[in-house]
């Protein structure tokens, strides 16, 4: 019984674990652009822990606060959640493009929510404020405002009848969502 349960939570381990550089890359890229960072995840056998690397490739980044702030907070969420569901410590290190061990500023980053913990929660409320107006200017303004492009080319241009028009969008979307699950399924 000890046996399987150890094969059980070693799998779910690896698979968390791996998963952690694309948590980050999605965590992170609404902020920040990915080609300014990279991150991989290694096991130190001899200290028996996971490290999460993570690589910046200029200086500017390296230096900024909400970067950073940024890593440190989705750090101590992760941390403590392979802690307290898997028994797995992880650490987090950052390095410059040239290969320098940056930690110590992730550290500092870190102990300033330690010392302050509304600072944590507000940070928690500003990331879902700041996504949100990220996706609102990235995906949905543009997105509104090609639909109402094609409406008012189908009224003005076509002569089509609102209803119609509105009819024609509606059978557009549905057919974009069936497409989407459609391709989703068979890229996973």
């Known amino acids: 019984m000890r046996r399987e349960y150890n094969h059980q939570v070693t799998e779910h381990a690896e698979h968390v674990v791996e998963g952690l550089p694309r948590d980050l890359d999605r965590f992170l ?110 995906d949905i303004l543009p997105r509104t405002f090609l639909w109402a492009a094609a409406i008012a080319v189908l009224v003005v241009v076509f002569n089509f009848s609102l209803v119609t028009t509105l009819l024609l969008c509606m059978i557009a979307l549905v057919v974009q969502a069936l497409l989407s699950s459609l391709l989703a399924g068979r890229a996973v």
């Open 29 to 138: 890229r609404d902020f920040f652009p990915r080609k300014r960072w990279q991150s991989r995840v290694q096991y130190d056998h001899r200290a028996r822990r996971f490290f999460l690397d993570v690589t910046v490739s200029d200086d500017g980044l390296a230096g900024d606060d909400r970067f950073l702030s940024l890593l440190a907070y989705y750090w101590r969420g992760q941390r403590t959640l392979l802690e307290q569901s898997l028994g797995l410590e992880l650490q987090c290190r950052l390095f410059s493009g040239e290969g320098a061990d940056l930690t110590a500023r992730l550290r500092t980053a870190e102990s300033s929510y330690l010392e302050d913990g509304e600072r944590n929660s507000a940070m928690g409320r500003e990331l879902a404020w700041l996504g949100f107006r990220r996706r609102l200017l990235r």
